[in-house]
Structure formats: C-alpha cells, structure tokens
C-alpha cells in the first residue's frame, strides 16, 4: 500500500512539478517542456506495449496453467475412480474365499441357495433392485424359482419359471448381460412390452452348470439402466461357477441321504427309517390319545416266483407290490417300509384298530386281482396281512411289531391270502 503511495508521489513529481521547476529555471522553458512531454511520452508508449505484453503473455501462461490444471485434475480424478474399482474388485475376489467356505458349512439345498442369493444381492446388486435364483426341475427340465433376494419387500415375483432372459440364459448355457432393455434387440421388443412383469432396466444373469447339465440360474435385475458392469458379469460368472460345485454337492447329499432312507429296489422306506418313525409315532400317539393301525404284509410263496421265472422275476413282483401298496392307501397317508426280503410294514396314523382289518382285506382283494406279466406269462400275487392297534397290541413299537408279525403268521397257517388281526 505504501510503496504504492510513493510510487503515485514519485510520478506526480516527475510528471507535474519537475517540468515546471525546469521552465522557471530555463528561458526556453516552453521548449523543454514540450521535449520532456515528448520523451516521457515515448517512455509510457513503450512500457505500455512492454506491459500489455506482458499482460498478454501471463494471461496465456494462466490459461495453459489452468488447462494443465483442469487435466490433471481429470487424470487424478479417472485415477481415483480406478483405485476404487480397483479396490472393490480386490474386495470382492478376496471374499470368495469366505464363499466357498461359508457353502462348504452346510450341504443342504436351501442354506446354500439362501447364501448365493444374500451374496449375490449384497456384493453385486448393493442390496437394490432383485436377485432370483431358480433351479432345473430335472424331471419336466422347467425352471422353478427356488429363492429371491428383493429390494421392495411387498414386490410380488410372478415369474415362477422364469421369462424370456431367463429362457435364453437357459438355452444358451452361457451368461447375459444387458445394460439397457430398451436399447437390446436381440429379444422381441413386443413381447417385452406385453410382459406383466416389475420394471426392468439393466439385467445380469448367469447359469449353474455342472458336468455340461444346467442346474439353475442366477439372474440379478433393477429398474435403472447402465446398474450393472462388466465387471459385475465376471463376478457373477465367477460366482455361479463356485454354486454350481455347491449345488451339485447338495443333490449329491441329498441323494445320499434319499439312498440311506429308501430302499434301492422298490423306492419305499428301509427298516431301520421305518422303525425310527414307528418310534415317533408311539410317542406322538401316547401323547395325543390317538391311535393308528399296523399292517405286516408277507408275499406267498414268494419262492415259487423265483424259482419258476428267475431272480428277475421276483424283483418285478416286489416293485409291482410296493406301487400296488401305495396305490391303494394313498387316501390314508400311509408310511410303507419294505421290512425285509418279500415282507412290507404300513403304517396307518389315526386309524382305529377295528377299521384295520377291513382295510387291511380290501388290499389284499387288489392285490390278487392285480395281473402281473413275468416271461411274457400273466400271474397273480397273493399275501397274507397281520393287522395290530396301538395301544391295544403295545405302546412299543418292538411289541407292536411283534403283534403284527404273528398275527401275519397265523393267517399264514390259515391257508395264507388272510388277513389276521393280533
């Protein structure tokens, strides 16, 4: 501010008073006035120029600066926007390792199709818009939606079995992306308006395969468009792939455990399951006051059919019997167990044991009217049934087994195809 002031003081004295002393002092004063006017003139003149310059020159310098500025700003900003993709594709990779073991915990079907979906909605989707995951249903090859993952609660899922992304995914066993629905043509755009479906903008999809079998899909969706990233593809791929294992591990278990419970040959329950539930079901009764009936039903002369038409035979007269079996008491949820070689227990929950041998004769009648064709030779299959009661016959399952198995034999002395209660 000073130095400003003195600058101003400076000037004004050269400029104004100088030239006037010079006039007083000298005769041609006019003269040298004019001489002084002229060369402070050439002297602002030129400063002038030399400053606008200048002026120019800084301005420029300034505007390379800023654009210099502006453009590494850009770059830090583009590298930042990498680092933290960077960061989150570090993130994300380094917790599959935490997938695969939080999918090796549990093998059963609904945990781990329960953890692909939270994964799936959380760590791609950011928990907004929809994560479905559907399952093959192996005997019609249709897709059934097994878990969904929502942002809106109350949303209604009204693609049970999929939609036409859904069917392509499926079809062409490989994954989908789609960053905009209204810009895709590869689906028929008619169709896609006509869907009763929630709003769809951006989809990413891809399916569980094992051993070149499609065993489900994982499809994530929401309203908006551009959501979903290649990025988010591959990580999706790289998860479907780890399901894949786990669901093809869970059908494995529950195959294991479907063998351990059912018999191989007719598919009805083994002894030892039988026995389990027997158990529970006395334990129930005596608790209930209920009651429910036994059958032990033995083949007649089972040996014949073997003997007669070969060991072949005999195994399409147990499965022939096992589907007679459960035909006819199907109204009565019956529990079938095939007890051991050509003997079969039922077990009737809630039923009296005075309606037993009614029921239990009215089996036997379709039983031996049932045809059975072993060597191209029609025959008929007889057997004898003993029928016990709880809690009449025992409030044990040995005793009632017991019960039944003798009364089985008594018909059997009787000239077998009877029906005897104990």
């Excluded at 009764?285 to 002369?301: G, P």
């Excluded at 040996?303 to 005999?314: E, L, T």
Aim: aromatic share 10%.
């Amino acid at each position: 501010m000073f130095r400003i002031a003195g600058q101003i003081i400076i000037f004004g004295f050269l400029y104004l008073l100088l030239p006037f002393y010079l006039s007083a002092f000298y005769a041609q004063g006019a003269l040298v006035l004019f001489y002084f006017y002229l060369a402070v003139t050439t002297v602002s003149v030129i400063l002038f120029k030399a400053y606008s310059g200048k002026k120019y020159y800084f301005a420029y310098q300034l505007q390379t600066v800023q654009e210099e500025m502006n453009v590494s700003g850009d770059t830090l900003r583009k590298e930042r926007e990498k680092h933290d993709a960077l960061q989150d594709k570090i993130l994300r990779y380094r917790s599959l390792k935490q997938i695969v073991e939080e999918l090796n915990k549990n093998l059963d079907m609904d945990y781990v199709a329960g953890e692909l979906t939270a994964i799936a909605f959380s760590q791609i989707c950011r928990s907004k818009g929809t994560c479905l995951l559907y399952l093959v249903d192996n005997s019609t090859q249709r897709l059934n939606l097994f878990k969904a993952k929502k942002e809106d609660k109350k949303l209604v899922i009204r693609t049970k079995e999929g939609d036409i992304f859904d069917f392509w995914v499926m079809r062409q066993a490989t994954p989908l992306l789609i960053e905009d629905i209204g810009k895709d043509f590869r689906f028929d755009r008619e169709k896609l308006r006509d869907r009763d479906l929630r709003p769809v903008g951006s989809l990413a999809s891809a399916p569980f395969v094992a051993e070149n079998r499609i065993l489900g899909i994982l499809r994530l969706d929401n309203p908006q468009a551009n959501f979903f990233t290649q990025e988010d593809l591959r990580f999706l791929v790289n998860l479907s792939d780890l399901g894949a294992v786990a669901l093809e591990n869970s059908e494995l278990f529950l195959r294991t455990q479907d063998l351990a419970i059912h018999d191989e040959l007719t598919g009805l329950f083994t002894k030892g399951y039988f026995m389990e539930r027997l158990k529970e079901e006395c334990r129930r009764s005596l608790r209930q006051n209920a009651s429910f009936c036994l059958f032990m039903l033995d083949i007649d002369r089972f040996k014949d059919y073997n003997d007669r038409f070969g060991h072949s035979a005999g195994d399409i007269v147990l499965k022939n019997m096992a589907k007679t079996i459960g035909e006819k008491l199907s109204g009565l949820s019956p529990l079938i167990s095939r007890f051991g070689g050509e003997e079969f227990c039922v077990l009737l929950p809630g039923m009296e044991k005075p309606r037993g041998p009614g029921i239990a004769d009215s089996l036997r009648k379709a039983i031996e009217e049932e045809k059975v064709l072993l060597r191209r030779q029609e025959t008929h299959v007889t057997v004898s049934i003993g029928v016990a009661g709880f809690p009449q016959d025992g409030t044990g399952e040995e005793d009632l087994i017991r019960a039944a198995d003798q009364a089985m034999y008594k018909a059997k002395q009787q000239g077998r195809n009877k029906v005897c209660p104990a």
